[in-house]
């Protein structure tokens, strides 16, 4: 069941697809469900995902997701926990396996993962031809019902690594966008989001729920604010990005890489417990001498005693 809200509403908006039937319904005193029938099941998936569009169009914030939002064409959950889980050398020979195993069971992601990892390998006028043709005959069943939103593309940018989408550079305030990015089948294995802006409460929730937010590797923000709540709900976390002046951080337990920004430093030291760490980088992008690593981290902070690196980066 896909779940909806609408600023200003008391009332919810549930939507689910039951077979060839499409049940909406409104939580308002005297509006009863209203069902929707199709000529088959397949039919009733594609109305299921036009009818969210068109909620969204209408201003309804996608609360929580339904599997006919997530689910690709074909899958096999456990080869793709071990390509989560797998290192980066055993990764790449995995995924193009399973490229071929989606390939020969009609899901196109196979079909554009093998041609997007040779282009990174040697890119040429022929294979990106053949790439752009292949991603706009099956726009949705690559990137999910997001790819049809207005300006879904100049706000969330997908970095590409053997073939799949690796990572977001997300550059909207939207929880929905957001929701939709990740729940797109070419980007199942992604393992990094990049935040232009500071994280929204919905984006916030967006991650929270994703059921694949335990093989996010790499975090950066450029802004402060709640970091901890996206921090305590990435529990695979090993590369952070991230301003220095963070008060009110209690750490990461997995975290091994730090690179700290900083421009004044006496806005704060870090403080927390970050017991993994081992190897911090600061960025001081400030005016005069740049600060010592003492002024800037509390050494009760990181007891492993890291390697730490300060750069003196240009306003």
């Known amino acids: 069941m896909a779940l909806f809200s609408k600023d200003g509403?008391?009332?919810?908006l549930e939507l689910v697809r039951d077979g060839d039937t499409i049940v909406e319904e409104q939580h308002v005193a005297g509006d009863g469900?209203?069902?929707r029938r199709f000529a088959d099941a397949a039919a009733a998936l594609a109305g299921f995902r036009d009818r969210v569009l068109e909620l969204i169009a209408d201003d309804w914030k996608l609360s929580a997701t339904d599997d006919d939002l997530a689910h690709p064409l074909a899958r096999d959950p456990d080869v793709e926990q071990r390509i989560a889980t797998a290192t980066d050398t055993d990764r790449r020979g995995l995924l193009a396996v399973y490229a071929d195993w989606l390939g020969e069971r009609g899901d196109?992601?196979?079909?554009?993962?093998?041609?997007?990892?040779?282009?990174?390998?040697?890119?040429?006028?022929?294979?990106g031809a053949a790439i752009q043709r292949l991603e706009l005959a099956r726009e949705r069943d690559l990137f999910g019902i997001g790819a049809a939103l207005p300006n879904y593309r100049s706000n969330v940018v997908a970095v590409w690594r053997d073939g799949w989408i690796d990572g977001y550079d997300l550059a909207t305030p939207s929880g929905t966008v957001t929701t939709l990015a990740l729940l797109a089948p070419m980007a199942r294995f992604v393992r990094a989001l990049t935040f232009q802006h500071q994280?929204?409460?919905s984006i916030r929730s967006a991650i929270a729920t994703w059921p694949r937010r335990e093989q996010i590797r790499k975090l950066v923000l450029p802004h402060?604010?709640?970091?901890?709540?996206?921090?305590?709900?990435?529990?695979?976390?090993?590369?952070?990005?991230m301003p220095v002046s963070l008060r009110d951080l209690r750490g990461h337990p997995h975290v091994r890489s730090l690179v700290l920004s900083v421009a004044d430093v006496r806005k704060g030291k870090l403080g927390g417990a970050w017991p993994a760490v081992q190897r911090v980088v600061v960025r001081?992008?400030?005016?005069?001498?740049p600060p010592s690593a003492l002024d800037l981290i509390d050494e009760a902070a990181l007891p492993a005693k890291p390697e730490i690196v300060v750069?003196?980066?240009?306003?």
């Open 33 to 35: 469900p209203r069902r």
């Open 311 to 315: 750069r003196v980066e240009k306003r």
């Open 284 to 289: 001081y992008h400030g005016r005069g001498e």
């Open 9 to 12: 509403r008391t009332f919810n």
């Open 224 to 241: 402060t604010a709640w970091a901890q709540e996206l921090l305590d709900v990435l529990p695979g976390l090993d590369e952070l990005e």
């Open 199 to 201: 994280q929204s409460t």
């Open 108 to 127: 196109p992601c196979g079909d554009l993962a093998a041609p997007r990892a040779r282009s990174e390998r040697g890119h040429t006028a022929e294979l």
